[in-house]
């Protein structure tokens, strides 16, 4: 009877997040810190959301690093902070994070979950320093077609973010800061709209992905093909 | 003492049935000050709701419980269920058995999901009962009763004439005019199921449904077996999607039910958990063997209260046991020995 799966539910998330010694000068670092206690608290309190809900945390600059394994809100007992170093590598969060949703889902398919899409909510402050060698892996990530278990990304960008790049990571929504917003304000907005993204795609019975409006001071921006 | 005599008391327990780890739900009473069990303020709240009872050869029992997410919010159960018996003029007897499961999306599908469940069972106790009836022609005359008469009157009801006066089945207090057919959508399941077994111990029931609410034929020999409607695409049933009354095109099959089956509708927040892709899950082998024989009422309500994580929609099941006291080889000897 332990072998057979129950049938439950679970639809993971996961925030990757820019942690490069720019996110520090803009506030971003003490904005995401402040920001996801919040989000960990909304969730775990939500019954509804907490029992179907995993977050998993994964920051990067020069290298990137699973600071949160995929959990349930409950399970975690206090929220990791990210640290402002090194430059933006979008290759090795893409690199990472392939590697952890296939992890992921093998362990919760295996105790007998049924797993739906992942969604991925990707922040950052600045263009990629791995200059267009990120591309072909972020392709890989996203490709439906070769890769089963492609996550939905949404993708925020904040003070020094190009649009046309944002634009090509969101696979489902991407939205960027306007001019003249305080960057620091934009990512606590950027984490409130996350944290009601989760708690709205997590409510419904049969979860599905319900991508956020654009946060205050931000705008939509078109997504791109990669 | 008298409950101590009891032969399965563990049976009895009101604690919920676990399946896989605890819900957040699992270690919390219901009247805690978390306030994850509102009542709900107009009423009509069907937190829990049963009926049961025998006919001819068949028990048949029906529990409904409001899920978790309509407890946390104070919103009513949008699912609901109806019985009736009907005898026709040919002195055939069938139970007559409806399940309707109200759309999230839809304003007032709790209200929908009452009224029609109650308008369908009627509209098939009546159609039974007429001079004119044959078993043979009533598939095919579902789908236009659905249309010519359940539908309207779904869509309209008497304005309350003074400030109290309610309208029936807790319709919204509003001009009947106002509301859209996508406020009141529900998927439909309906089984006509004869009261007696037949000479060779099966008999012939009629099953139809619109939208995806699942039934099963439980087996005597504890497999869980669904039947297919009507045109198949791929395995898919065509009208998965369908909710009445946007559609009146119901699907039908016939099925046959032998002595010691256990026939199974179900709204969704219980047959999602039952089987995968044809594989039982946890909850399907527990039911499956449990459910072989009639269970006491408040047996049922527990198997029904489950717990288990994410599983927060409504749930009901009407469940009709085709022989409801299997003779065993002792009474057997009885009746052979002189």
């Known amino acids: ?226 | 003492m008298e409950e101590e005599s009891r032969p399965d008391d563990s049976a009895r327990s009101v604690t919920p049935l676990r399946i896989g780890g605890a819900s957040s739900f699992g270690d919390n009473q219901w009247w805690s000050n978390r306030n994850w069990h509102q009542l709900v303020a107009d009423g009509f709240g069907a937190d829990v709701a049963c009926d049961a009872g025998t006919v001819g050869e068949l028990a048949i029992s029906a529990v409904s419980i409001r899920g978790h997410k309509h407890r946390v919010d104070g919103l009513p159960n949008e699912d609901s269920f109806a019985i009736r018996t009907v005898k026709s003029k040919a002195d055939e007897e069938f139970a007559i058995l409806v399940l309707c499961d109200g759309l999230s999306s839809a304003k007032y599908s709790a209200y929908a999901a009452r009224r029609t469940s109650s308008l369908v069972a009627d509209m098939v106790r009546r159609v039974v009962s007429d001079d004119t009836f044959m078993w043979e022609t009533l598939s095919s005359g579902l789908s236009q009763c659905l249309r010519e008469f359940v539908a309207p009157e779904l869509s309209s009801w008497p304005k309350p004439t003074t400030a109290l006066d309610l309208p029936a089945y807790g319709a919204p207090p509003i001009e009947s005019l106002s509301v859209q057919v996508s406020d009141l959508l529900v998927t439909l399941t309906i089984a006509i199921v004869p009261t007696s077994n037949g000479e060779k111990g099966a008999s012939d029931v009629l099953l139809g449904t619109i939208g995806d609410s699942p039934a099963y034929v439980l087996l005597k020999s504890g497999e869980w077996l669904k039947p297919t409607y009507g045109e198949q695409d791929d395995g898919v049933l065509t009208t998965a999607t369908a909710a009445f009354p946007k559609t009146t095109d119901i699907a039908i099959t016939q099925i046959i039910l032998y002595e010691g089956d256990c026939l199974c509708l179900m709204s969704d927040g219980v047959g999602n958990f039952i089987q995968n892709k044809s594989v039982p899950l946890r909850l399907g082998q527990h039911l499956a063997e449990v459910w072989k024989t009639p269970r006491d009422i408040p047996t049922l309500v527990r198997d029904v209260s489950f717990d288990l994580r994410s599983a927060d929609d409504d749930r009901t099941v009407i469940l009709c046991w085709t022989d409801r006291e299997p003779i065993d080889a002792e009474i057997t000897d009885e009746i052979e020995v002189p």
């Open chain 1, 1 to 226: 009877m332990s072998e057979t799966a129950t049938g439950e539910n679970i639809l993971p998330f996961y925030i990757v997040c820019d942690e490069s010694g720019s996110m520090e000068g803009i506030g971003g670092i003490d904005a995401i810190n402040s920001g996801l206690p919040e989000l960990h608290s909304t969730i775990a309190s939500d019954p509804l959301v907490s029992d179907k809900c995993r977050i998993g945390l994964i920051s990067f600059s020069d290298i990137a690093e699973e600071l949160l394994p995929l959990s349930r809100a409950t399970d975690i007992p206090a929220m990791p902070g990210v640290q402002a170093k090194g430059v933006t590598n979008y290759g090795e969060a893409f690199t990472l994070l392939r590697y952890v949703i296939d992890r992921d889902i093998d362990a919760l398919k295996s105790q007998g979950y049924q797993v739906f899409r992942p969604a991925v909510f990707f922040i950052t402050d600045g263009e990629p320093t791995d200059d267009q060698s990120w591309e072909p892996t972020y392709r890989s990530l996203i490709d439906k077609s070769s890769n089963r278990r492609a996550p939905n990304v949404i993708a925020f960008g904040v003070n020094g973010a190009n649009a046309t790049t944002i634009g090509k990571i969101g696979t489902v929504g991407a939205f960027i800061a306007s001019n003249g917003i305080n960057p620091g304000n934009a990512l606590k907005e950027i984490l409130r709209s996350l944290t009601n993204s989760i708690v709205s795609s997590s409510s419904s019975s049969t979860p599905q992905l319900v991508v956020p409006a654009a946060p205050d001071g931000c705008t939509a921006v078109p997504l791109q093909t990669v």
